[in-house]
């Protein structure tokens, strides 16, 4: 059996990963885009680590996403879960 990993915007349902239902209003956000993170948290791109990206923010309907605004991060239900489900990186 193998194990699925939600990225953010899975999870966030944001529309604002490639090709996405909000790319042409809001954007492609950096934490789909930036393919220097892969796999990073068993994530597609920065999917799984989208806090450790500079401030983009995402208001539309009922979604509200501040990638990279950590002070808002920690309380995001997708950070809570991404910190329970897998082992942080330590830098030694």
């Known amino acids: 059996m193998k194990t699925a990993y939600l990225n953010c915007w899975e999870f966030k ?4 990963e490639p090709n996405g239902k909000n790319v042409a209003e809001l954007g492609v956000c950096p934490a789909a885009s930036d393919e220097n993170v892969d796999g990073i948290h068993n994530g597609k791109n920065g ?3 989208c806090w450790v990206f ?3 923010e ?3 309907e009922g979604i509200v ?8 991060c920690h ?8 910190r329970e489900t897998s082992k942080l990186l330590v830098v030694i």
């Open 75 to 82: 309380t995001c239900d997708f950070y809570k879960m991404v």
């Open 47 to 49: 999917g799984r680590c």
């Open 13 to 16: 349902k944001c529309g604002r």
């Open 58 to 60: 995402a208001r539309k």
């Open 65 to 72: 996403c501040y990638t990279g605004e950590f002070i808002v």
């Open 54 to 56: 500079k401030a983009s």
